[in-house]
């Protein structure tokens, strides 16, 4: 990719799945049976496309999974995250993921190590879970602190590919270019493409731009919404003309760009960054980043997750909009813990 301008990757499209059963309440934190399917969220809450039905429906089928996994090896699958320092939005993430896991039926383990955590430890904090055979998930919450930070996909690379839930590791990398795939796929990827297929509505010859080419969510992204596809369900998310916008494109290629697409999907975290004046009518938008926002307004209102998405304001002319917090976050935990029991099952295969 090129630094100074955006990167178009053409390709085809999407079709939705709309399924029901007996199903987890991310609110309650219990089981009902129920039947959310985009069209019906529609119809309660306008244009807002939130992730808790489909969150609810992939959490039921863990949930099952889970006490077939117990029944037959006589022992709960485990995940442990490690958590470095005190970033706000990891702390929230960490806690929703503990939260959702533990009720699942998962064991779920948390290790904080503090701020000033020296490489040296955080490689031994590693290679200890990969060497103990009770565990069956790791994940090294992201960011770390800034003294970390350079040597992020080192520590990632460090974790074992058959406890990697994140996908994160170079031999589940480039998921989209190996056939066949890896196991699992990276948990904000599978969750885009599940509210992309629960909107139900093709993607072939249709522009999408993806904003942020992270080699953890933005490029794997726009790989999965451009790629050809030989799978049924995958083929509904995919062939897509993608262009990836990112830190070096002007805010007024930006607003061309997104003013043009059919589909927009945000990943930087930065706050309020897609406004009403850059989407056009009937557009879909999903809002992948999440920031904390610290006005008086926001503090006041208990509103301080945000985000890239201006959401009041772009509700009003977008066709579908997820909500922050309340959209793709939900669904991204519940297909991280369908990551961990895939690779759980795979282990004792």
Same mark, same amino acid.
């Given at each position: 990719?090129?630094?100074?301008?955006?990167?178009?990757?053409?390709?085809?499209?999407?079709?939705?799945?709309?399924?029901?059963?007996?199903?987890?309440?991310?609110?309650?934190?219990?089981?009902?049976?129920?039947?959310?399917?985009?069209?019906?969220?529609?119809?309660?809450?306008?244009?807002?496309?939130?992730?808790?039905?489909?969150?609810?429906?992939?959490?039921?089928?863990?949930?099952?999974?889970?006490?077939?996994?117990?029944?037959?090896? &006589?022992?709960? !699958?485990? +995940? =442990? %995250?490690?958590? /470095?320092?005190?970033?706000?939005?990891?702390? #929230?993430?960490?806690?929703?993921?503990?939260?959702?896991?533990?009720?699942?039926?998962?064991?779920?383990?948390?290790?904080?190590?503090?701020?000033?955590?020296?490489?040296?430890?955080?490689?031994?904090?590693?290679?200890?879970?990969?060497?103990?055979?009770?565990?069956?998930?790791?994940?090294?919450?992201?960011?770390?602190?800034?003294?970390?930070?350079?040597?992020?996909?080192?520590?990632?690379?460090?974790?074992?590919?058959?406890?990697?839930?994140?996908?994160?590791?170079?031999?589940?990398?480039?998921?989209?270019? &190996?056939?066949? !795939?890896? +196991? =699992? %796929?990276?948990? /904000?990827?599978?969750?885009?493409?599940?509210? #992309?297929?629960?909107?139900?509505?093709?993607?072939?010859?249709?522009?999408?731009?993806?904003?942020?080419?992270?080699?953890?969510?933005?490029?794997?992204?726009?790989?999965?919404?451009?790629?050809?596809?030989?799978?049924?369900?995958?083929?509904?998310?995919?062939?897509?003309?993608?262009?990836?916008?990112?830190?070096?494109?002007?805010?007024?290629?930006?607003?061309?760009?997104?003013?043009?697409?059919?589909?927009?999907?945000?990943?930087?975290?930065?706050?309020?960054?897609?406004?009403?004046?850059?989407?056009?009518?009937?557009?879909?938008?999903?809002? =992948?980043?999440?920031?904390?926002?610290?006005?008086?307004?926001?503090?006041?209102?208990?509103?301080?997750?945000?985000?890239?998405?201006?959401?009041?304001?772009?509700?009003?002319?977008?066709?579908?909009?997820?909500?922050?917090?309340?959209?793709?976050?939900?669904?991204?935990?519940?297909?991280?813990?369908?990551?961990?029991?895939?690779?759980?099952?795979?282990?004792?295969?």
């Amino acid at each position: 990719m090129t630094d100074g301008a955006p990167v178009r990757i053409t390709g085809s499209k999407v079709s939705a799945i709309n399924q029901s059963s007996t199903s987890y309440d991310l609110q309650s934190d219990s089981f009902s049976h129920k039947q959310d399917t985009a069209q019906t969220v529609h119809q309660k809450n306008n244009n807002i496309l939130y992730g808790k039905p489909i969150a609810r429906r992939i959490l039921n089928e863990c949930q099952n999974e889970c006490a077939e996994f117990v029944n037959k090896y &006589q022992c709960r !699958p485990r +995940l =442990v %995250t490690v958590l /470095v320092g005190g970033n706000e939005s990891s702390k #929230l993430y960490v806690r929703n993921k503990q939260r959702i896991a533990e009720h699942v039926g998962i064991d779920f383990q948390v290790i904080n190590q503090l701020m000033h955590t020296t490489p040296s430890q955080l490689i031994n904090t590693i290679q200890s879970l990969n060497n103990d055979d009770s565990v069956d998930g790791i994940i090294l919450q992201l960011p770390l602190p800034l003294h970390l930070i350079d040597k992020t996909e080192q520590f990632i690379d460090i974790i074992r590919a058959d406890k990697d839930v994140d996908a994160h590791t170079s031999s589940n990398g480039y998921l989209y270019r &190996q056939s066949p !795939p890896p +196991l =699992v %796929t990276i948990p /904000v990827v599978a969750a885009v493409r599940e509210m #992309l297929l629960e909107i139900g509505e093709p993607l072939q010859g249709k522009d999408v731009v993806v904003i942020g080419r992270s080699k953890y969510v933005g490029t794997p992204l726009a790989l999965m919404l451009s790629q050809s596809s030989t799978t049924a369900k995958n083929s509904l998310v995919s062939g897509a003309t993608v262009t990836i916008c990112h830190r070096h494109t002007h805010l007024s290629n930006l607003t061309w760009y997104c003013k043009n697409a059919d589909v927009i999907v945000s990943a930087v975290g930065r706050p309020k960054l897609i406004t009403q004046r850059m989407v056009k009518k009937d557009a879909i938008v999903i809002d =992948v980043g999440i920031s904390k926002s610290w006005t008086d307004k926001a503090v006041a209102q208990n509103k301080q997750f945000v985000g890239d998405v201006d959401f009041h304001d772009v509700q009003r002319v977008a066709r579908w909009i997820t909500p922050v917090p309340g959209g793709v976050g939900q669904v991204t935990i519940a297909c991280l813990i369908s990551n961990l029991l895939r690779l759980a099952r795979h282990r004792r295969q």
